[in-house]
């Protein structure tokens, strides 16, 4: 079950939604209204071959673990 943005057309509200199925309705839970738009995620822009973030500082060295404190070795 998708986790949905919507965009209230009435009072401007953003919100989540999580939708059971394609033909479920959703209305805004600030005002109620249905005239609500389905927004574009950034997973949805992006897709599924995103690069992976970089957890090394600006030098280039350090771990993943806040600088190597975790005890590892690299």
């Known amino acids: 079950m998708p986790i949905y943005e919507y965009a209230c ?3 401007e509200s953003h919100f ?3 939708v059971r199925s394609a033909d479920q309705a959703v209305a805004c839970p600030e ?3 249905g005239n ?3 927004q574009l995620s950034t997973f949805a822009v992006h897709g599924g071959t995103s690069k992976q973030p ?3 500082g600006p030098s280039g060295a350090g771990g993943g ?5 975790c005890g590892c070795s690299h």
């Open 54 to 56: 970089s957890f090394s």
């Open 16 to 18: 989540d939604e999580l």
């Open 65 to 69: 673990c806040c600088g190597g404190s």
């Open 31 to 33: 005002c109620g209204a």
């Open 36 to 38: 609500v738009l389905k």
């Open 9 to 11: 057309m009435e009072c």
